[in-house]
């Protein structure tokens, strides 16, 4: 084998690229520690604790990451007990969520309070899909229109095409199909189980378009062709949904909300509106929210979830009513991409966030969205009502964020 400070040499005189290391080493885990001293001398730096990890980076490496150097550490917290009450989460839960905002748990905890003391949070998940769309050329508009028709007159022939692939996906429908000069957008529809599933939607959405191709003369310029909409904000994805759109309410009695929030029920709906309706609509913001997305990159952080995935999430609009005196609440998050089972759920520190939760594994992922859902609701409760009372500077200060 390679001495280690000849691989480094080579490394720093640009002989050999870092996927090498590995053919000259005898374990991955050897391999990773001289890919860190590389960094660490080119960058004159020393990084005593991203080598300091307890997990499995020989797993990690073969789906989760390449050109491994260690990891890096998130403060986890946990924010609780949530009352849920939902049809596939019942009860009370601790959520955990890994951020270095001071005020964020602290903020979320006193939302999961004041709906404890309300009676809980009603959720339902009311969508659930993962989509792909390939941009497909045409010879021309004429043909581009019969690619469309023979897709919308064959839907069960690319069904059985697609579902050869997966065990768990199901295609249920492939709609819209836009056409725009010669090319065409197909947007496949999927269900995907306990799995976030982009994977599986892609390579069953590729054996669709086989098919395709052969009956229609069809030529696919792209697999993907951003009409999913994937990883980015998208008002296709606000009203059509994609992943999980999950919806979260509370009614809270005037009393409690003068009591834990420290404001009124009009003041609440006087800011919402104001601030995420108005305020986002003057924006041309796609989230009449406050912060979805503190809420969900915290968990989605923790429970080893895509992170591009964030940027959906924070898509969504609250309501707030005054209703007989009290406060009507609700958040709902139509673009929620989550799993239970694959991609970085597999890691050892995902897999333990998402157990304190019983979130973990098949059949788990409707339970997990719920409880997401109720977590976002009690953050958004708790700072609108942190505006309505004038303390969220005062809070921030306080918790380390002056």
């Given amino acids: 084998m390679v001495e280690k400070d000849e691989i480094i040499k080579k490394l720093l005189n640009g002989d050999m690229k870092l996927h090498e290391i590995d053919k000259h080493t005898e374990s991955v885990i050897e391999a990773l520690d001289i890919r860190r001293e590389f960094v660490e001398r080119f960058a004159n730096t020393s990084m005593e604790h991203v080598s300091k990890y307890s997990l499995n980076m020989e797993e990690a490496m073969k789906r989760n990451i390449e050109n491994p150097i260690g990891t890096i550490q998130i403060p986890l917290g946990v924010a609780g007990p949530l009352k849920i009450l939902g049809e596939h989460a019942e009860g009370e839960f601790y959520v955990p969520l890994a951020t270095s905002e001071g005020a964020l748990i602290a903020s979320i905890n006193r939302g999961c309070s004041t709906i404890k003391a309300s009676g809980g949070a009603n959720v339902r998940i009311v969508g659930d899909k993962m989509t792909r769309a390939p941009v497909i050329k045409a010879e021309s508009v004429t043909h581009a229109v019969e690619i469309k028709k023979w897709i919308e007159s064959n839907f069960s022939e690319l069904k059985k095409a697609a579902e050869v692939t997966t065990r768990h996906g199901k295609l249920v429908k492939i709609d819209p199909t836009v056409v725009v000069g010669k090319y065409v957008y197909p947007r496949f529809v999927f269900t995907t189980g306990d799995s976030m599933g982009m994977n599986m939607v892609t390579i069953a ?27 980015k904000p998208s008002a296709l994805n606000l009203i059509e949904g994609r992943g999980k759109t999950l919806v979260a309410e509370v009614k809270i009695p005037r009393e409690i909300v003068e009591k834990k929030l420290k404001t009124t029920p009009e003041a609440v709906v006087e800011v919402n509106t104001a601030k995420n309706l108005i305020g986002s609509a003057i924006a041309g913001s796609m989230g009449f929210n406050a912060q979805y997305a503190n809420i969900i990159g915290a968990v989605f952080l923790a429970t080893g979830q895509d992170e591009a995935h964030i940027v959906e999430g924070s898509l969504g609009i609250t309501t707030a009513e005054a209703v007989d005196g009290d406060l009507y609440f609700s958040v709902t998050l139509p673009d929620v991409p989550v799993a239970t089972i694959g991609g970085g759920t597999r890691l050892e520190t995902a897999r333990e966030c998402l157990e304190i939760m019983d979130a973990h594994g098949s059949g788990k992922v ?19 009502g942190a505006l309505a009372a004038g303390h969220l500077a005062r809070a921030h200060k306080e918790l380390g964020r002056g």
């Fill in 205 to 231: 959405t590729e054996a669709a378009l086989n098919l395709l191709t052969h009956k229609t003369g069809a030529h696919i310029i792209a697999l993907s062709g951003n009409f999913c909409v994937d990883k």
């Fill in 366 to 384: 409707g339970k997990f969205s719920e409880i997401l859902a109720g977590a976002v609701l009690a953050g958004e409760l708790s700072l609108m």
